[in-house]
C-alpha cells in the first residue's frame, strides 16, 4: 500500500449501522473530540434543516459519534444495486441537490463538509426527497469520485442525454476537480435533456413540403465536434455494463437438473439375485423440498425464489414479492448470494427484519440456512 493510499484510508470515513429506540441510525465516529459549542455543531444538534439527515451527537466508551436518523429511506447504493438510473430520477435529484444547497446558505453551513458517497446519500420513497449526510468541520475524503463512478456503472446507457451530462460531469472533475459540483448542475441537466429531445422530434418525417434541415434549429443543425462525439464513445465502451438477467434461474434450473438426474439413476448390480434384473433402490427426496422458497408454517410454499437477488417489500414497482401489510416497508428486505452462500439483509426496515427470532440491524447481513424462520415485520416464513 502507497503513501496515498495509506492516507486515503486513514481519512476513511467510519460508519456502521444501528437501531436504538425504535430508529434506524448511520453511526460516525468523530476521530477528535468534538467542540460542542462552535456553530455547526449547534445548528446540526438543533435539527430542523431540510435535506439533511437529522443528527444528534453522543459519547459511548470514551469516544464520540454523530447519529444520523435514517428511518423509512433508502440509500442511493442500495436503490440502484439492480435498476438502473433514469432520466427522471436524476432530474429529481439534482433538485434535490440544489434545495439543500439553498438550506446550507440559509444556515451558514459549508458544502464541503457534505458526504455524497452513494451509500450515504438517503431518499425518502414516499415524499421522493432526498436527504445527506452533514460532518461538521469534516477534513477528509467527501465521496465525491466514488459518487461520479457509481453513475458511470448504473446509468441507462441508453439515454443518451443521460450518458452526456455524467461524461461532462466526469471532464469537468478530472479537469477542475470539486468545482464541477456548481450552482447549474439542474440547468445543465435541462439544457442536455431537452437537446435531445428536440433532436429527437426533429428527426421524425417532416411533411413532404417542408424541408426538415430548414426547420431545424441552427443549435441543433451544427454537429458536435469529432473529438467530443469520439469521447463520449469511449466512454460508452468503457463504462456500459452486460445485463445478464436471466443468469440466476439458468444457474438454479441447472443445479436442479443435476439433482434430478442424480436422485433417479439407480445403481445396477452385477451381483447374483434378483437385484441383478431390477438394479438397487435409491432414495429420492420429494422434490418439492428442493424448489427454493419462502414456506408457510403449515408446509404450502408462499412464492419460488427464482432469481438472486430477491426483495421483499410493500411498494410493488421496486419489488420482487409484495407483502400488502402495513408492518412491512416499501422496500423491507432482500435474499441474495454471495461467495456460493445464502444471505438475508434488512434494508433499514422500520419495523425489522428478524432470522430465527433475533432481530438484524440495518442492512445487516445474516446466512441462510434450510429451515430458517424469517420475519418481515409481523409477517412469517420458513425459508427452504
Known amino acids: 500500500m502507497n503513501r496515498t493510499e495509506l492516507q486515503e484510508e486513514k481519512n476513511a470515513l467510519q460508519a456502521e449501522y444501528v437501531r436504538n429506540l425504535n430508529c434506524n441510525y448511520v453511526r460516525v465516529l468523530l476521530r477528535e473530540r468534538p467542540?460542542?459549542?462552535?456553530?455547526?455543531?449547534?445548528?446540526?444538534?438543533?435539527?430542523?434543516?431540510?435535506?439533511?439527515?437529522?443528527?444528534?451527537?453522543?459519547?459511548?466508551?470514551?469516544?464520540?459519534?454523530?447519529?444520523?436518523?435514517?428511518?423509512?429511506?433508502?440509500?442511493?447504493?442500495?436503490?440502484?444495486?439492480?435498476?438502473?438510473?433514469?432520466?427522471?430520477?436524476?432530474?429529481?435529484?439534482?433538485?434535490?441537490?440544489?434545495?439543500?444547497?439553498?438550506?446550507?446558505?440559509?444556515?451558514?453551513?459549508?458544502?464541503?463538509?457534505?458526504i455524497w458517497s452513494p451509500e450515504h446519500i438517503y431518499q425518502d420513497l414516499e415524499k421522493n426527497d432526498f436527504y445527506f449526510l452533514y460532518i461538521p468541520y469534516y477534513n477528509g475524503e467527501n465521496g465525491l469520485k466514488k459518487l461520479l463512478n457509481f453513475w458511470v456503472e448504473h446509468i441507462d446507457y441508453e439515454d443518451e442525454a443521460l450518458v452526456e451530462f455524467v461524461y461532462g460531469l466526469h471532464e469537468q472533475y478530472d479537469t477542475a476537480g470539486e468545482a464541477c459540483l456548481d450552482g447549474r448542475l439542474l440547468e445543465k441537466f435541462l439544457v442536455v435533456k431537452e437537446k435531445y429531445e428536440q433532436s429527437s422530434a426533429s428527426s421524425e418525417p417532416a411533411p413532404e413540403q417542408e424541408n426538415p434541415v430548414t426547420q431545424m434549429p441552427v443549435a441543433l443543425a451544427k454537429p458536435e465536434p469529432a473529438v467530443r462525439r469520439k469521447g463520449i464513445l469511449s466512454?460508452?465502451?468503457?463504462?456500459?455494463?452486460?445485463?445478464?438477467?436471466?443468469?440466476?434461474?439458468?444457474?438454479?434450473?441447472?443445479?436442479?437438473?443435476?439433482?434430478?438426474?442424480?436422485?433417479?439413476?439407480?445403481?445396477?448390480?452385477y451381483d447374483t439375485g434378483r437385484e441383478e434384473e431390477y438394479g438397487k433402490?435409491?432414495?429420492?427426496?420429494?422434490?418439492?423440498?428442493?424448489?427454493?422458497?419462502?414456506?408457510?408454517?403449515?408446509?404450502?410454499?408462499?412464492?419460488?425464489?427464482?432469481?438472486?437477488?430477491?426483495?421483499?417489500?410493500?411498494?410493488?414497482?421496486?419489488?420482487?414479492?409484495?407483502?400488502?401489510?402495513?408492518?412491512?416497508?416499501?422496500?423491507?428486505?432482500?435474499?441474495?448470494?454471495?461467495?456460493?452462500?445464502?444471505?438475508?439483509?434488512?434494508?433499514?426496515?422500520?419495523?425489522?427484519?428478524?432470522?430465527?427470532?433475533?432481530?438484524?440491524?440495518?442492512?445487516?447481513?445474516?446466512?441462510?440456512?434450510?429451515?430458517?424462520?424469517?420475519?418481515?415485520?409481523?409477517?412469517?416464513?420458513?425459508?427452504?
Open 35 to 114: 467542540e460542542e459549542n462552535r456553530y455547526q455543531y449547534c445548528i446540526l444538534n438543533r435539527g430542523g434543516i431540510r435535506y439533511l439527515l437529522p443528527c444528534s451527537l453522543r459519547y459511548m466508551n470514551g469516544e464520540a459519534f454523530l447519529y444520523y436518523d435514517i428511518s423509512s429511506t433508502q440509500s442511493m447504493s442500495q436503490l440502484f444495486e439492480i435498476h438502473k438510473i433514469n432520466r427522471n430520477w436524476m432530474k429529481d435529484f439534482l433538485w434535490g441537490m440544489e434545495r439543500m444547497r439553498q438550506e446550507l446558505g440559509r444556515y451558514l453551513l459549508e458544502e464541503r463538509n457534505v
Open 235 to 269: 466512454f460508452l465502451e468503457g463504462h456500459r455494463k452486460k445485463q445478464e438477467p436471466s443468469s440466476y434461474r439458468e444457474i438454479l434450473q441447472r443445479q436442479v437438473s443435476v439433482q434430478t438426474m442424480g436422485a433417479v439413476c439407480e445403481e445396477i448390480a
Open 281 to 384: 433402490t435409491v432414495y429420492m427426496e420429494d422434490q418439492r423440498e428442493q424448489i427454493r422458497g419462502l414456506y408457510r408454517d403449515n408446509g404450502e410454499l408462499a412464492v419460488q425464489i427464482e432469481k438472486l437477488p430477491f426483495v421483499i417489500g410493500k411498494k410493488k414497482e421496486e419489488v420482487d414479492y409484495v407483502l400488502g401489510d402495513r408492518s412491512v416497508s416499501r422496500i423491507h428486505a432482500r435474499i441474495l448470494e454471495e461467495n456460493g452462500n445464502i444471505y438475508l439483509e434488512d434494508l433499514n426496515s422500520t419495523n425489522g427484519t428478524f432470522k430465527n427470532g433475533l432481530r438484524m440491524q440495518p442492512y445487516e447481513k445474516r446466512r441462510l440456512e434450510k429451515n430458517d424462520e424469517l420475519r418481515f415485520g409481523k409477517v412469517e416464513y420458513i425459508f427452504r
